[in-house]
Nanobody, 124 residues
Framework: VQLVESGGGSVQAGGSLKLSCTAR????????LSWYRQAPGKERELVSH???????QYIDAVKGRFTISRDKTRNILYLEMNSLKSEDTAMYYC???????????????????WGQGTQVTVSS
């Protein structure tokens, strides 16, 4: 599965961005989908997850500010980011994994497929 992220950019603290993740030639409709981020010199961390059944999870640092969602008809994953802080600065990646049990609505395998990332820079 080839994932492509977009929507990153440079914003002032307090601003907003909306990231998108699409899959070329594959379906993400029922995949387990996640957004990760990696800041310079730090480990990649999970930011948010949405399950096959659209149950969402967030790390404490972004709760109340970020919203993960998916458009199943357009095969797109989103991450809406509001009230951005300088500590949100990172490369953001989407990841797709097969649900358990697997079904025809997800082309991903049990090993996560990753996109190339989109840079988010928040200046204070």
């Amino acid at each position: 599965v080839q994932l492509v992220e977009s929507g990153g950019g440079s914003v002032q603290a307090g601003g907003s961005l909306k990231l998108s993740c699409t899959a070329r030639g594959y379906t993400l409709r029922t995949c387990e989908l996640s957004w990760y981020r990696q800041a310079p010199g730090k480990e990649r961390e999970l930011v948010s997850h949405i399950s096959r059944d659209d149950i969402t999870q967030y790390i404490d640092a972004v709760k109340g500010r970020f919203t993960i969602s998916r458009d199943k008809t357009r095969n797109i994953l989103y991450l809406e980011m509001n009230s951005l802080k300088s500590e949100d600065t990172a490369m953001y990646y989407c990841a797709a994994e097969s649900p358990i049990p697997p079904d025809d609505g997800c082309s991903a395998s049990f090993d996560p497929d990753w996109g190339q990332g989109t840079q988010v820079t928040v200046s204070s």
